[in-house]
């Protein structure tokens, strides 16, 4: 299709409450530099139910309008529901960019819009530009378990969609809200939607384990020994840090620990801001999954581990003596 | 004639190897030091076909050959040997004479299930008083018209009590020496058929060692393997394939210690350099490849007899001889080059070492394995 | 139950490495493998079928002539039927056109094997890490589709799935009617192996090719090069990380002191 504005949208992806998940308004950040770069508008996408927080939130943080789309069948994220209001509005509108959030839920969302528009997507994203050749958006994307990364272009198709990874920008400065607020009066019909939640199982690795929202992870592999290693030392730091317990693929797969803990290649993908990994040795997939992380702290006691090649800083040495230690300081520090 | 393989065994080689790699090298080290019998690795293998590699598919099996079992223990054993020697027990040991004296009737009931995998198998030949003097049999059974009593003690029996399937033996004819042995299938669950001590052993800690005790024990009739006193030809048989198993074994353990060592000298750093850089480590490392790849060929050879028809007695016992000879020499000075790291439970080595022992002695000593080759050539 | 299972050859990524001087992907000698997402589909579909052992499992993979490999590896582990899907038309082919080819290839299969209940895919592929590929062809098929699958059991009257699903931070039971699309993502258990019986039979299976004049009615404007919306401008290897510091202090404890206070001049902590 033809754009018919030269706006850049970005969807606001909200959680059940209404309220909106932290990635949405980290993509207004360069979705603001990018609409200037375009020449048009920066548009917040909001679909869900009792969304006026995201509304809000979306207007504070610099969209010039938000297009809303409310209803109780958007209140849980469903495909299909999702599908046909995000190409209602994309055909009405015709945008020219569109960005949403690398989550398992915009990475459901993206490719179903783009094949029923017949447009360009590109996944994943860890940067977004001009390509001041053609004027296309440059997205940037890793391959190859992150050893290749990969600019690509949607020259001739619009809107140009990309999913973009959480985490990568941060969520711009807070402002006077300026935005225009559009409801748009679309509904789904209960036959339309072709899945059914039967159930949602919180408990299901015993916690809920958001490695991709933490800001810090503390993550074990093989040299952690056992599954006693991430109870006696791994998850104490976690705790004190306040982050999240990480695992390597050796450690899963020995059944130290359940897979949702799992960074790496087939585990999560995550960028916090601080990543501190123990006793793992560094194998490109696990890389794969952490090397954009902001500060990557490395403990292992073999001096020539892989890790130690992407680290800021590195202890060679014992985990079992280094991290009792680390946490004891750590926690004196927090005490004061 | 052609030395190399083809393109179907090639691909099954794969299989093993990253069968073995992904479930037996990781558990390795912890049922080494449990002395714990790997049941699930067995379960495993059996929904792989790997537990009747040897035998036709309408018995049950892979009907694949010896070449390809062979090689199968030698992929397992290459990172734990304590599996490989179960495999070789229940395939050669066990399932192996049935296939090859049994009755179709015996087949149908004992065969089918132990080449599918769903039972595992057991040989029990060896006594406190009788190893491969198999004449000096103290178990006897008796002649009681509707069935076999058997009665007596069997010791050191691979995958004993963890088995479900025993081919044992017992003297139906005490006067006649090894004319006076007859074998037969035994069920674990027969009344009076009992299992005695576990032997805490230096090596292979991982398989299941123990005694046969048979109390009374009824047999039927029909277990009788092979002929009444015809016994001491099913048990030589037998032993000459198992010693193939063996041998495989040991080739797998000295080829998986050349491999950790080989991991290990390019990263372990002394007077500055990589230990493989000292040309002491890399002659060392080829001689033991040479030796090795020598053993590997014996093998084959010998597998490759047994699938061709072709007598291999004496090919068993000088693959045997040889690859359990090279095994513990390969271990040792593999343990040497990892120097005191290879003698501490962290690496894996010291573990090859004290499996590689024991294929100088099962399945007959190297002492036998020589009577056999220097009978075979005619000397007396 | 007649089951589709998208497969692809994949280089194996963890064993790329990376040129140091030239800061090249180094390809040579890289095993190419089964996608391992894919392979979780097809394990999905294999425990559907141990349930339910009326079940054919039919792969299908695009690709070039060698690709085979993994259909082959398909089938010794579950599979009862391969297809290839390979033709010079195809190359060059983005998700969206990719996807839009295997919509005709399903079309096409089920000639002569019946209509699908469902198609499995592998979340996405090692290589390209997209993910697009499966919704899309759900979308061009117009079926529902449940992503990030870990398990599957068919639901009670038989007619659809119900397919436990990865949620951001929480996992999900989704129930979906027969014909869909679900992807897979890695399970708590290993897919199983391939059995020797079935290696050895798929050695000597006929696999049937569909190649560029297998679809008499495809729009070529949206196949290759041409129908793909998107295209790679450039490539280049991420940055190394340089200038790590090491911290090797007398004691643990002192090491761990002096960690403390670099990330708290780096305000992390």
């Known amino acids: 299709m033809e754009a018919k504005t030269k706006d850049l949208w970005v969807l606001i992806e909200t959680r059940e409450d209404g309220s909106p998940a932290k990635v949405g308004l980290e993509l207004l950040n360069p979705g603001r530099i990018l609409a200037d770069k375009q020449g048009g508008r920066l548009v917040a996408v909001v679909i869900g139910q009792n969304v006026q927080k995201s509304v809000e939130e979306a207007a504070k943080y610099g969209a010039d309008q938000v297009l809303v789309v409310e209803g109780s069948e958007y209140q849980q994220y469903t495909t299909d529901a999702y599908q046909l209001a995000m190409v209602y509005l994309v055909e009405k509108y015709a945008p020219t960019t569109v960005m949403i959030g690398a989550t398992n839920i915009g990475r459901d969302l993206a490719p179903r819009v783009t094949a029923k528009v017949g447009t360009g997507l590109t996944a994943d994203c860890t940067s977004v530009d001009i390509d001041e050749e053609s004027g296309n958006i440059a997205w940037t994307r890793p391959a190859f378990g992150g050893n290749l990364m990969a600019t690509i272009l949607c020259p001739d198709h619009r809107p140009q969609f990309g999913t973009v990874r959480p985490g990568v920008f941060k969520k711009p400065e807070a402002g006077e809200s300026h935005a225009d607020i559009i409801k748009e009066e679309f509904h789904v019909a209960n036959d339309q939607i072709r899945t059914r939640i039967i159930d949602v199982i919180r408990e299901a690795a015993g916690e809920i384990v958001d490695l991709e929202g933490a800001e810090i992870i503390v993550s074990g592999g093989r040299g952690v020994g056992g599954p006693e290693g991430f109870e006696t030392v791994i998850k104490p730091l976690a705790d004190v840090l306040g982050g999240v317990v990480g695992a390597s693929r050796a450690a899963v797969d020995s059944g130290w620990i359940a897979h949702s803990h799992q960074v790496g290649q087939t585990g999560k993908t995550v960028a916090p801001k601080l990543y501190i990994a123990c006793g793992i040795s560094g194998a490109i997939q696990h890389l794969a999954g952490m090397s954009g992380s902001k500060v990557i702290v490395a403990i292992n006691k073999d001096p020539d581990a892989n890790i130690f090649r992407v680290a800021d800083y590195g202890i060679v040495g014992d985990l079992f003596k280094v991290l009792p230690a680390l946490t004891e300081e750590i926690r004196k520090k927090k005490g004061e | 004639m052609n030395f190399f393989m083809d393109e179907e065994h090639a691909d099954l080689v794969e299989l093993y190897r990253d069968f073995a790699e992904k479930e037996c090298g990781p558990i390795a080290s912890e049922i080494d030091k449990a002395s714990r019998f790997p049941r699930e690795t067995f379960e495993k293998m059996a929904e792989m076909d790997l537990l009747g590699i040897p035998f036709p598919e309408k018995y049950g099996g892979a009907g694949m050959d010896n070449l390809s079992y062979a090689q199968c223990v030698e992929e397992i054993s290459k990172v734990c040997a304590s599996t490989g020697v179960g495999l070789s027990a229940h395939t050669s040991l066990c399932a192996w004479p049935i296939y090859h004296f049994g009755t179709e009737k015996q087949k149908e009931k004992y065969l089918v299930p132990l080449a599918s995998g769903e039972k595992l198998g057991a040989f029990g030949l060896t006594e406190p008083n009788a190893g491969t003097d198999a004449a000096g049999q103290q178990s006897t059974a008796v002649d009681m018209g509707d069935y076999w009593l058997l009665n007596g003690t069997k010791c050191f029996i691979t995958n004993g009590g963890e088995a479900d399937i025993y081919v044992v033996f017992a003297m139906t004819g005490k006067a006649k020496g090894n004319h006076g042995i007859s074998a037969f299938i035994l069920e674990k669950g027969f009344p009076g058929f009992s299992f005695g001590k576990h032997e805490e052993k230096m090596g292979i800690r991982g398989s299941s060692t123990c005694e046969l005790i048979f109390q009374d024990v009824k047999v039927p009739k029909e277990n009788l393997l092979g002929e009444v006193n015809k016994g001491f030809k099913v048990a030589m048989m037998t032993l000459d394939g198992g010693r193939i198993g063996i041998a495989a074994q040991a080739l797998g353990i000295a080829e998986g210690a050349i491999a950790v060592t080989k991991d290990y000298i390019s990263q372990r750093i002394q007077f500055g350099k990589r230990i493989s850089q000292f040309q002491n480590t890399q002659f060392e490392m080829a001689k033991m490849q040479a030796a090795t790849d020598g053993v590997k060929l014996l093998v084959y050879q010998a597998a490759n007899a047994k699938d061709l028809g072709i007598p291999y007695s004496h090919l068993a016992a000088e693959a045997k001889l040889m690859a359990a000879s090279n095994a513990s020499d390969v271990t040792r000075r593999c343990l040497q080059l990892f120097g005191g790291y290879g003698y501490t439970s962290e690496y894996p080595i010291e573990r090859m070492m004290r499996d ?10 190297s002492e036998v394995q020589m009577m056999v080759i220097s009978s075979w050539m005619g000397i007396r | 139950m007649n089951i589709l299972v998208c497969v692809k050859q994949v280089p194996d990524t963890t064993e790329i490495k990376i040129d140091p001087v030239k800061h090249t992907l180094v390809r040579a000698g890289v095993p190419s493998i089964l996608n391992p997402f894919d392979g979780f589909a097809l394990e999905a579909a294999a425990r559907l079928k141990d349930k339910d052992p009326g079940t054919k499992i039919v792969v299908v993979t695009m690709g070039p002539p060698q690709a085979t490999a993994v259909l082959k590896e398909a089938l010794s582990i579950a599979a009862d039927k391969a297809y290839l899907v390979s033709g010079r038309t195809f190359g060059g082919s983005d998700t969206l056109a990719t996807s839009y080819i295997l919509s005709q290839a399903v079309r096409k299969m089920e000639e002569t094997e019946g209509k699908f209940d469902a198609i499995f895919c592998g979340k996405q592929a090692i290589d390209g890490d997209t993910a697009q590929v499966g919704p899309e062809l759900a979308e061009h098929l117009g079926l529902p589709q449940v992503t990030y699958g870990l398990t599957c059991e068919k639901n009670a009257d038989g007619s659809g799935l119900e397919v436990v699903q990865e949620g951001d931070g929480y996992n999900q039971v989704i129930g979906i009617q027969f014909p869909c699309l679900v992807t897979f993502t890695k399970p708590s258990f290993d897919p199983r192996f391939p059995t020797i019986k079935r290696k050895l039979a798929a050695n000597r299976a006929n696999i049937p090719v569909l190649g560029d004049d297998a679809f008499p009615d495809i729009d070529t404007s949206r196949i290759g090069l041409k129908g793909s919306p998107t295209h790679v401008k450039t490539t280049f290897t991420p940055e190394q990380k340089t200038g790590g510091v090491i911290i090797q202090e007398e004691s643990e404890e002192e090491s761990a002191k002096k960690l403390v206070a670099l990330l708290g001049e780096k305000k992390v902590v």
């Open chain 2, 356 to 365: 590689a022992k024991i294929t100088e002695i099962y399945e007959g000593t």
